[in-house]
């Protein structure tokens, strides 16, 4: 009878997908438009896949869907910044200083 399946919405994202080339191609403009940048695996969840969050050195950061924690170690080497394991270093403070800047000013942002 099925009173209490769920049904999926029509046109809802895929949660888990993976990256794609426009991912990619933010995370390499990010990586030439900014300074000092860094990259942070994190691992893959319920909800998403592996993700690889970027940090410049004035903690300004973004994060987009990769291709597993060797895709971001090959997407790293290729763009020459370093890359580290989010879950053995944490994040940078830095990127909790940019996150408590904009906090308070987020008309300058």
């Not at 046109?11 to 080339?21: F, I, K, L, S, V």
């Not at 994190?42 to 987009?64: F, H, K, M, N, S």
């Amino acid at each position: 009878m099925g009173l209490f399946r769920r049904r999926k919405r029509a046109g809802a994202a895929e949660p888990d997908r993976t990256a794609n080339r426009a991912d990619l191609e933010h995370l390499e403009n990010f990586v030439r438009t900014r300074k000092g940048v860094e990259a942070y695996i994190e691992p893959r969840t319920t909800v998403t896949e592996t993700t690889v969050i970027l940090i410049a050195d004035d903690g300004e950061w973004t994060r987009r869907r990769i291709n597993g924690p060797d895709g971001a170690r090959r997407f790293a080497y290729r763009l020459s910044i370093p890359v580290y394991d989010v879950a053995l270093m944490g994040y940078p403070q830095r990127m909790r200083d940019y996150n408590e800047r904009r906090k308070r000013r987020p008309e300058l942002y």
